[in-house]
């Protein structure tokens, strides 16, 4: 790589507990392209302060010439074991959205350059639809329920919803058509899918 794609990862890289398959950046920034970058957060409560820390990392992408996709997740909060009625994560979106543009705001970052998605506006739809059945058909119970062990709430009875959650976020990366995703090292499995 030359110096400043190196110096670009260097600033991706920065304050990561672990990059999974580096060398995928590392080739894009070779390249000379933009990596594409989605953040996605389910509105199942209030934004708290450890948005903060996730707002830093979204800084140092955007300082590194990263594009930056924020998925407000609907849907999976709604199928995340039902923590929060359709109805009430329909207006918290919005409620989201406010937010994170004034913690980003707060920490320095230009709201401009950001994308916002919201995730029911592709994933009530017909090919998303069947991805997530032709997904479903080749990944078991036990698989799901692994990926999703530190992200979804998980019971005796749980319901099938919770099962579905790693399976949409798999099929999120490749309809926002990023390159990368930013999470917490309690998503590793779910990035995996192991």
Not at 18 to 40: D, F, K, M
Not at 137 to 163: F, W, Y
Request: negative net charge; hydrophobic residues 45%.
């Amino acid at each position: 790589m030359a110096s400043s794609a190196e110096s670009r990862f260097a600033l991706i890289r920065d304050n990561l507990g672990e990059i999974l398959n580096p060398e995928l950046i590392e080739s894009i920034l070779a390249e000379g392209r933009n990596p594409r970058v989605y953040w996605g957060t389910a509105t199942t409560g209030r934004p708290h302060s450890g948005y903060f820390v996730a707002a830093i990392k979204i800084a140092q992408l955007l300082a590194a010439g990263c594009e930056v996709v924020i998925l407000l997740a609907d849907v999976h909060a709604f199928l995340d074991s039902l923590k929060a009625p359709l109805e009430l994560v329909e207006n918290r979106v919005k409620y989201y959205e406010r937010v994170i543009r004034a913690i980003l705001e707060a920490v320095g970052v230009s709201t401009e350059k950001l994308e916002f998605v919201l995730g029911s506006s592709y994933q009530r739809s017909t090919d998303y639809v069947m991805d997530v059945y032709r997904l479903a058909a080749l990944t078991s119970e036990h698989d799901c329920r692994k990926a999703g062990a530190e992200i979804v709430k998980q019971s005796a009875n749980a319901p099938m919803s919770g099962l579905l959650y790693p399976i949409l976020q798999v099929l999120d990366e490749e309809y926002l058509k990023v390159d990368a995703e930013l999470g917490g090292l309690d998503q590793r499995k779910l990035f995996t899918g192991t």
